[in-house]
Protein backbone atom coordinates (compact mmCIF):
# COMPACT_ATOMS: atom_id res chain seq x y z
CA UNK A 1 0.00 0.00 0.00
CA UNK A 2 1.40 3.16 -1.08
CA UNK A 3 3.12 5.12 2.23
CA UNK A 4 0.32 8.41 1.76
CA UNK A 5 -2.91 6.17 1.53
CA UNK A 6 -1.81 4.14 4.78
CA UNK A 7 -1.14 7.28 6.18
CA UNK A 8 -4.96 8.37 5.35
CA UNK A 9 -6.13 4.71 6.56
CA UNK A 10 -5.43 5.03 9.81
CA UNK A 11 -6.20 9.10 9.92
CA UNK A 12 -9.74 7.60 8.51
CA UNK A 13 -9.58 4.79 11.15
CA UNK A 14 -9.02 7.42 13.90
CA UNK A 15 -11.95 9.77 12.69
CA UNK A 16 -14.87 6.65 11.96
CA UNK A 17 -13.59 5.22 15.66
CA UNK A 18 -14.29 8.59 17.24
CA UNK A 19 -17.36 8.95 15.14
CA UNK A 20 -18.99 5.54 15.87
CA UNK A 21 -16.69 3.79 18.88
CA UNK A 22 -15.89 1.37 16.46
CA UNK A 23 -12.50 0.42 15.68
CA UNK A 24 -13.44 -1.91 12.35
CA UNK A 25 -11.55 -0.86 8.91
CA UNK A 26 -14.72 -1.70 7.69
CA UNK A 27 -17.32 0.30 8.88
CA UNK A 28 -18.91 2.44 6.66
CA UNK A 29 -18.00 5.36 8.67
CA UNK A 30 -13.86 4.12 8.04
CA UNK A 31 -14.86 4.31 4.17
CA UNK A 32 -16.59 7.27 3.73
CA UNK A 33 -13.52 9.21 5.61
CA UNK A 34 -10.89 7.54 3.67
CA UNK A 35 -12.70 8.17 0.57
CA UNK A 36 -13.14 11.81 1.34
CA UNK A 37 -9.62 12.37 2.32
CA UNK A 38 -8.56 10.77 -0.85
CA UNK A 39 -10.82 13.35 -2.73
CA UNK A 40 -9.29 16.01 -0.79
CA UNK A 41 -5.51 15.34 -1.07
CA UNK A 42 -6.33 14.90 -5.04
CA UNK A 43 -8.05 18.57 -5.05
CA UNK A 44 -4.96 19.64 -2.89
CA UNK A 45 -2.81 18.05 -5.45
CA UNK A 46 -4.40 19.80 -8.66
CA UNK A 47 -5.29 23.46 -6.37
CA UNK A 48 -1.56 23.76 -6.00
CA UNK A 49 -0.02 22.81 -9.06
CA UNK A 50 1.45 25.42 -11.66
CA UNK A 51 3.97 25.99 -14.52
CA UNK A 52 4.63 29.15 -13.54
CA UNK A 53 3.85 31.35 -16.35
CA UNK A 54 4.73 35.00 -15.68
CA UNK A 55 1.37 36.45 -18.08
CA UNK A 56 -2.34 36.28 -19.15
CA UNK A 57 -1.73 32.54 -18.81
CA UNK A 58 -1.48 32.24 -14.93
CA UNK A 59 -4.59 34.08 -14.54
CA UNK A 60 -6.03 31.35 -16.86
CA UNK A 61 -4.43 28.40 -15.28
CA UNK A 62 -5.26 29.85 -11.78
CA UNK A 63 -9.45 30.06 -13.02
CA UNK A 64 -8.94 26.62 -14.45
CA UNK A 65 -7.38 24.97 -11.63
CA UNK A 66 -9.87 26.54 -9.49
CA UNK A 67 -12.63 24.93 -11.14
CA UNK A 68 -10.91 21.74 -11.65
CA UNK A 69 -10.69 21.33 -7.39
CA UNK A 70 -14.26 22.40 -7.09
CA UNK A 71 -15.77 20.02 -9.76
CA UNK A 72 -13.73 17.49 -7.95
CA UNK A 73 -15.17 18.46 -4.82
CA UNK A 74 -18.55 18.75 -6.21
CA UNK A 75 -18.83 15.24 -7.82
CA UNK A 76 -17.58 13.73 -4.66
CA UNK A 77 -19.78 15.55 -2.34
CA UNK A 78 -17.07 16.83 -0.54
CA UNK A 79 -17.12 20.23 1.27
Do not use: W
Request: with cysteine; net charge negative; aromatic share 8%.
Amino acid sequence: MNERIQELAEQAEDLAFDEVDSGSEFHPAFCRILAELIVRECAMLVETLSPGYNDYRDQIENAFRRDCVDNIKQHFGVE
